[in-house]
């Protein structure tokens, strides 16, 4: 029986904010849920893994997970410091 890969994918998406709270980059994201999927899932097949990867990575991507991050506050109006 094939496992449901987009059920998995989905699971591993919901929980990214836990099990990816140190992944400061995409390698770094990739590995930590390809070692989720060792953890939860040991029984899916390499391709399957691969998959899982991707399809994660691909949610991610469009929620900005790994965008960039500003420092101070990105919406301050830039008059602000030229007035000083």
């Known amino acids: 029986m094939r496992p449901n890969l987009p059920l998995i994918i ?10 990816l ?3 400061k980059d995409r390698t770094q994201g990739r590995a930590a849920i390809a070692e989720e999927i060792t953890l939860e899932y040991p029984g899916l ?10 399809g994660v ?3 991610l991507e469009d929620e900005d997970f790994f965008g960039l991050e500003f420092v ?3 919406f301050a109006d830039d008059a602000e410091s030229t007035e000083n």
């Open 72 to 74: 101070g506050d990105p």
């Open 57 to 59: 990575m691909a949610i």
């Open 10 to 19: 989905g699971d591993l998406a919901d929980r990214a904010d836990d099990f």
């Open 21 to 23: 709270a140190g992944a």
């Open 45 to 54: 097949a390499d391709s399957d893994r691969a998959a899982v990867v991707s």
